[in-house]
């Protein structure tokens, strides 16, 4: 086996490679595209004993159980929507880890933007601002510098 | 005035600094989150009694006059500390105090109950923990209080201290008894 190939298996195993979560083989669901909504949901809600991690990567014993409801609730016929809102119902918008665009969120998703642009239309402003260069000397002034020159270089 | 413009940045950090130092020093959790629950009718449930003991804990066991529900388990250390001020509560304030028990061995709770005193009217069994979970609870021991037409108004996740009593659980305590 040269190296080639080697490089070319550890290629093909890091991208086929998924992130397996803390999820147990016994908690997953026998229908694939059921299981697949399932992490989908899981890893957009977030482990409130951790609070940084989603439920689909977290070991504590509450995401567990939240990962068993999400289950029942995609396998009672509940959409993706439904079983978010069952969630949220309980727990509030902080279990979603992308935090919804409502009225109290706004300053959350558009402060930086705004902040960022204020910042550019301050830069432009002080720019304009700025005094234009400064005017040549007169007649006047170009022969007094004169003076004032040979003043100097004169012993 | 423009000559006093530097010292903005400093201004700036004092100001940061006095924020940041008041958060801290204000003794709140930074991670306590609020509960969704607030102002809604506490959701049905239908607890089991602890074995040998006759009294469940049903949802339709609180309102009539403000009750604390407090979620313990025999296994939760901060339901240790905190179980003196939560005795206190009941027995000086005359508040009645219900209490769900979150993934506990029954005989645990009992033995528990034992050595360091009941101060619960009635006890729910909540063996799965799905009732905590229909009620938002995210961690032993949480303390709801409910006001008299069996919605939650407060929701205090950790163990309670004499101090957030005092500040927070009294007052409103004596206003839902208006």
Known sequence: MNWRSILAGLLLAVAVAVPAGAIEPQEQLADPALEARARTISQELRCLVCQNESIDDSNADLARDLRRIVRERLTAGDSDDQVIGFITARYGDYVLLRPPLRAGTLVLWFGPVVLLFAAIALLILRRRRRPAETPPLSEEENRRLARLLDEESAP | ?178
């Not at chain 2, 940045?9 to 930074?30: E, H, I, N, R």
């Not at chain 2, 500390?81 to 000086?92: C, D, K, M």
């Open chain 2, 1 to 178: 005035m423009r000559r006093l413009l530097f010292l903005l940045p400093l201004l700036l950090l004092v100001a940061l600094a006095a924020g940041v130092g008041a958060k801290l020093l204000s003794g709140s959790d930074p991670q306590a989150l609020p509960s969704a629950l607030i102002d809604k009718p506490l959701p049905t449930f239908d607890l089991a009694a602890l074995p040998g003991r006759s009294d469940g804990l049903a949802s339709t066991d609180f309102g009539g006059k403000p009750m604390l529900l407090n979620v313990f388990a025999s296994w939760c250390v901060p339901c240790l500390a905190e179980h003196p001020v939560i005795t206190r509560l009941g027995q000086e304030d005359g508040i009645p105090v219900l209490a769900i028990n979150y993934k506990d061995k029954p005989e645990d709770a009992l033995a528990w109950l034992k050595r360091n005193g009941d101060p619960y009217r009635r006890i729910g069994a909540d063996a799965d923990g799905r009732t905590a979970i229909d009620l938002g609870v995210y961690g032993v021991p949480e303390t709801f209080v409910i006001d008299k037409a069996g919605r939650i108004r407060y929701r205090h996740p950790g163990p309670l201290t004499p101090d957030l009593v005092d500040r927070e659980i009294r007052p409103l305590l004596a206003e839902l008894a208006k």
